[in-house]
């Protein structure tokens, strides 16, 4: 090999070398500790346990699967499932700063997460959780589970609901205490909750939704419960 030819190969070596290292000093190493601390914004859409489910998916285990296809979660949209991405720390890093760039049309209304260190904290959070290593959560810090949950089993009859009339414009639920509380129909919600912390079978419950006092929701084990307990009357 020529003189020429040597000195070429040993300048694009150093070049690509100092790419290398550029990219990876604008690639900070993420902390899993801090990434646990941090997942309180993620935590009211996502939980980190397998199979629990909120708004989103549970991310307990998508480290190294394909996007869309965690078990048990249908509500991904078809842009998701039609894309053929692995979460690894690329894909997650580039997914966090902007979703709508890496999968157009997702559902996700999260507007993305410019702090690229934020960002490698929670990426190496996922892959710790993954790997069975999540890191304890400090004092007073929930990060495993997403938002507290009320189960909803253990109301009182305050709060059980026996009946749920319809007349005009308003509906007059009555509580298992016998206490009848009249609402303008569009303050009422009628949810449904069928995970394990759901109201029992065939007993609804009432939930206060609002500072005010005039808006409710009414959560259904079931679909189907709402019209069995939905009566059509006025006095």
């Not at 894309?83 to 999968?103: H, I, K, M, Y």
């Amino acid at each position: 090999m020529t003189t020429c030819r040597v000195a070429l190969v040993v300048v694009l070596g150093t070049a690509m070398l100092r790419t290398a290292a550029h990219v990876a000093a604008q690639t900070p190493e993420g902390s899993a500790a801090r990434g646990a601390a941090g997942f309180g914004q993620c935590g009211a859409c996502h939980s980190m346990e397998p199979g629990v489910h909120l708004t989103g998916p549970s991310l307990a285990r998508v480290w190294g699967h394909r996007a869309g296809t965690v078990e048990g979660f249908s509500r991904y949209s078809e842009a998701l499932k039609r894309a053929a991405v692995v979460w690894d720390r690329t894909t997650l890093d580039r997914w966090l700063e902007n979703p709508q760039g890496v999968v157009p049309r997702n559902l996700m209304t999260f507007p993305g997460l410019k702090d690229a260190r934020q960002r490698a904290d929670l990426v190496a959070y996922l892959k710790a959780v993954a790997a069975g290593q999540a890191p304890a959560a400090a004092a007073g810090e929930r990060t495993m589970s997403g938002p507290a949950r009320p189960d909803l089993k253990a109301l009182g009859p305050d709060r059980r609901v026996k009946a749920i009339r319809h007349c005009g414009d308003g509906y007059h639920v009555t509580t298992e205490d016998d206490r009848t509380i009249p609402f303008w129909e569009f303050n009422l919600r009628f949810k449904t909750d069928s995970s394990p912390q759901g109201p029992p079978r065939g007993r609804p419950v009432l939930l206060s939704a609002g500072m005010q006092g005039d808006r409710a929701s009414i959560v259904f084990a079931s679909p189907e419960e709402i019209s069995r307990t939905v009566e059509a009357k006025c006095p």
